[in-house]
């Protein structure tokens, strides 16, 4: 089970960083086009919506970096963040879905539970 747990985290902390990564690029992009078109009226819109995104994107991120991190310490708490965020990872067809369903499989294992509480 400790493959799997740590499988889990990697594929969590991979996935988190991803969202981080488009979050912020998609931020700097909008932005930047908005500026690069010229019109006052993109400017004002892409300007406001791009953080808007980013953050959104960054909100989804974050807690799959941070439970993937207490699965590889080994962090009881890291359990019970990681069902929470593949519960939401199951809308996020195909990958998210796939990522998932593996991860709370391998959260539910009583295996599983009884390394985290140690």
Known sequence: ?????????????????IFLIAGIAISTILTGIGFLSGEA??????????????FFLAIIGVPMIIGGWGLLKRRSWAR????????????????????????????????TVELLNQ
């Open 1 to 17: 089970m400790e493959k799997h747990i740590t499988l889990v985290a990697a594929f969590h902390i991979a996935f988190g960083l």
């Open 41 to 54: 009226e993109a400017m004002t819109v892409l300007a406001t919506i791009a953080p808007i995104i980013g």
């Open 80 to 111: 019970i963040l990681i069902i929470i965020v593949s519960i939401f990872a199951l809308f996020k067809i195909p990958v998210g879905t796939a990522i998932g369903v593996y991860s709370i499989w391998a959260m539910l294992q009583d295996e």
